[in-house]
């Protein structure tokens, strides 16, 4: 088949400056609305194996994109290796917004649809970053993938604990995926088919796929599913249970008879057009759907997991047991660390303890406490409260930056900053901020606060005052006037 739309080869620049390689076919027709759909591959594969993807669409008011993961196809490091599956993530959540911006559209102009591992992706940043995008389509995610070696899993996990990072050559053949005899010899010859991959991103792939079908109702845009009915790649209950899962009441599933894991590289993949076609031209054709937050307190699963552990463990079950005894254990030998000492006498959503859990150094009075300390310290709350603190201050930067590029002067406020660590951490590089105001209600956030300015040299520029975060006339009358408005963890 010719090619009928030749795409534009260009890189793009992500957060942790690795230039990953990307194709652009513009829209050969105009459209009274922006519409762009980006496209990501599988694994092991590239984005040059999506050009029939394009072509027999046929959607020629379309703009589509698709870029090579890192470590695949033409994209820079080594051949299937991400430092993490978290990293990947991001990489999609920047990709789809640069796709975006070059397209001059807005996210909800936005159609998603990717592939297998992909699909993985793609459902994950769904799951985490709550993109405003159109729609999502997904083809045979591989939630679970098919490891035909009992306890290849367990095994992998233990040998990546003693060895470090090794890699795993994939066994799926060409003849596995497709019926389609020109897509098996193309995969079978193409030099830009990367076979390994990292044993960090296999387990993360396992982690991260049961965290995201378990909580699939947090995902709430339109999503259609396409299902392989003979997938010898990966299982297909994970899959239907991620749909089920799903909340927004404009949800498709499609099981295709006879179809192998390449679901959009089949021999009958018209079938699987058909349906996307007709499920894309529906979500453009309608003005956006936004969903309904309002009821959220009373009426979705996480407020029903609130009331089911309101309620508490049943009496004298393991988890009864299990959690009476965490309780006499911090209370008993807790408190000789430092950090849950901290908690009990300043409370554990207290400013000073996230300044504690932002320093991350284990500290107690014994050998044990500082034990103690360190298993607090790295359990998973605080480790989030830490990727937290690092977006924050990302966030701060870019707003910052783009104050400076409008010429505007730079004149923050943060309202409710505990003890600050995180703006001053942002901010102590940055010249281009004149005047850095921190708030808190909490005299003790505010003498530790004023310290922390003074040690840092930036009393020049920075100061700590007692406010209240509520009192919406004292936010008004602030002078100068605010540019720059920080809004955190009220």
């Given at each position: 088949m010719t090619n009928s739309r030749i795409p534009d080869e260009r890189q793009f620049l992500t957060s942790d400056n690795t230039e990953l390689f990307y194709r652009h076919w513009p829209a050969q027709e105009?459209?009274?609305?922006?519409?762009?759909?980006?496209?990501?591959?599988?694994?092991?594969?590239?984005?040059?194996?999506?050009?029939?993807?394009?072509?027999?669409?046929?959607?020629?008011?379309?703009?589509?994109?698709?870029?090579?993961?890192?470590?695949?196809?033409?994209?820079?490091?080594?051949?299937?290796?991400?430092?993490?599956?978290?990293?990947?993530?991001?990489?999609?959540?920047?990709?789809?917004?640069?796709?975006?911006?070059?397209?001059?559209?807005?996210?909800?102009?936005?159609?998603?649809?990717a592939q297998s591992v992909g699909a993985v992706l793609a459902a994950t940043w769904a799951h985490d970053y709550a993109p405003d995008i159109r729609g999502l389509v997904l083809a045979s995610p591989a939630f679970k993938v098919k490891l035909y070696v009992p306890f290849a899993r367990q095994g992998l996990e233990l040998m990546y604990r003693l060895r470090g990072l090794f890699f795993v050559n994939s066994y799926v053949k060409g003849k596995y995926l497709t019926h389609d005899p020109e897509r098996v010899a193309s995969f079978n010859k193409d030099p830009l088919i990367t076979r390994p991959i990292a044993v960090n991103i296999l387990l993360d792939l396992y982690k991260t796929a049961e965290r995201v079908v378990s909580d699939a109702s947090a995902i709430t845009l339109p999503v259609q599913l396409l299902v392989s009915g003979e997938d010898y790649v990966v299982h297909r209950q994970p899959q239907l249970d991620f749909y089920q899962n799903l909340r927004n009441p404009q949800k498709e599933l499609h099981v295709l008879p006879g179809f192998y894991h390449d679901t959009l590289g089949e021999k009958e993949r018209h079938l699987a057009f058909d349906r996307m076609r007709s499920f894309i031209d529906t979500?453009?054709?309608?003005?956006?759907?936004?969903?309904?937050?309002?009821?959220?307190?009373?009426?979705?699963?996480?407020?029903?997991?609130?009331?089911?552990?309101?309620?508490?463990?049943?009496?004298?079950?393991?988890?009864?047991?299990?959690?009476?005894?965490?309780?006499?254990?911090?209370?008993?030998?807790?408190?000789?660390?430092?950090?849950?000492?901290?908690?009990?006498?300043?409370?554990?959503?207290?400013?000073?303890?996230?300044?504690?859990?932002?320093?991350?150094?284990?500290?107690?009075?014994?050998?044990?406490?500082?034990?103690?300390?360190?298993?607090?310290?790295?359990?998973?709350?605080?480790?989030?409260?830490?990727?937290?603190?690092?977006?924050?201050?990302?966030?701060?930067?870019?707003?910052?930056?783009r104050l400076t590029e409008q010429g505007s002067s730079v004149r923050i406020v943060d309202i409710a900053a505990g003890h600050g660590r995180y703006v001053l951490d942002a901010l102590q590089g940055e010249t281009a901020v004149s005047e850095i105001l921190l708030r808190d209600y909490s005299e003790l956030n505010v003498a530790k606060g004023q310290e922390m300015i003074a040690s840092r040299g930036m009393a020049g520029r920075a100061r700590f005052e007692q406010g209240d975060a509520f009192n919406r006339n004292e936010l008004a009358a602030l002078e100068p006037r605010p540019t720059l408005g920080i809004v955190s963890g009220l």
């Amino acid at each position: 088949m010719t090619n009928s739309r030749i795409p534009d080869e260009r890189q793009f620049l992500t957060s942790d400056n690795t230039e990953l390689f990307y194709r652009h076919w513009p829209a050969q027709e105009a459209s009274s609305t922006p519409k762009v759909v980006v496209l990501f591959h599988r694994g092991h594969e590239h984005s040059g194996r999506l050009q029939h993807i394009v072509d027999e669409l046929a959607m020629p008011d379309t703009a589509f994109y698709a870029m090579d993961a890192r470590g695949h196809g033409r994209s820079p490091g080594l051949r299937g290796y991400s430092p993490s599956l978290v990293r990947s993530v991001q990489d999609v959540d920047e990709f789809v917004r640069f796709a975006a911006a070059d397209s001059q559209a807005g996210m909800t102009d936005v159609v998603v649809v990717a592939q297998s591992v992909g699909a993985v992706l793609a459902a994950t940043w769904a799951h985490d970053y709550a993109p405003d995008i159109r729609g999502l389509v997904l083809a045979s995610p591989a939630f679970k993938v098919k490891l035909y070696v009992p306890f290849a899993r367990q095994g992998l996990e233990l040998m990546y604990r003693l060895r470090g990072l090794f890699f795993v050559n994939s066994y799926v053949k060409g003849k596995y995926l497709t019926h389609d005899p020109e897509r098996v010899a193309s995969f079978n010859k193409d030099p830009l088919i990367t076979r390994p991959i990292a044993v960090n991103i296999l387990l993360d792939l396992y982690k991260t796929a049961e965290r995201v079908v378990s909580d699939a109702s947090a995902i709430t845009l339109p999503v259609q599913l396409l299902v392989s009915g003979e997938d010898y790649v990966v299982h297909r209950q994970p899959q239907l249970d991620f749909y089920q899962n799903l909340r927004n009441p404009q949800k498709e599933l499609h099981v295709l008879p006879g179809f192998y894991h390449d679901t959009l590289g089949e021999k009958e993949r018209h079938l699987a057009f058909d349906r996307m076609r007709s499920f894309i031209d529906t979500l453009y054709a309608r003005p956006v759907q936004r969903f309904d937050y309002s009821q959220e307190d009373r009426w979705s699963p996480s407020a029903d997991t609130w009331r089911i552990l309101s309620g508490g463990p049943a009496l004298y079950s393991l988890d009864d047991i299990s959690y009476r005894c965490l309780r006499y254990g911090m209370k008993v030998l807790g408190t000789q660390s430092t950090g849950v000492r901290l908690g009990f006498e300043t409370g554990f959503d207290s400013g000073s303890t996230l300044d504690y859990i932002y320093r991350n150094q284990p500290q107690g009075s014994t050998s044990l406490g500082r034990l103690i300390d360190k298993n607090y310290l790295n359990s998973v709350g605080w480790k989030g409260i830490r990727q937290r603190k690092i977006h924050l201050q990302m966030l701060i930067q870019q707003a910052v930056a783009r104050l400076t590029e409008q010429g505007s002067s730079v004149r923050i406020v943060d309202i409710a900053a505990g003890h600050g660590r995180y703006v001053l951490d942002a901010l102590q590089g940055e010249t281009a901020v004149s005047e850095i105001l921190l708030r808190d209600y909490s005299e003790l956030n505010v003498a530790k606060g004023q310290e922390m300015i003074a040690s840092r040299g930036m009393a020049g520029r920075a100061r700590f005052e007692q406010g209240d975060a509520f009192n919406r006339n004292e936010l008004a009358a602030l002078e100068p006037r605010p540019t720059l408005g920080i809004v955190s963890g009220l």
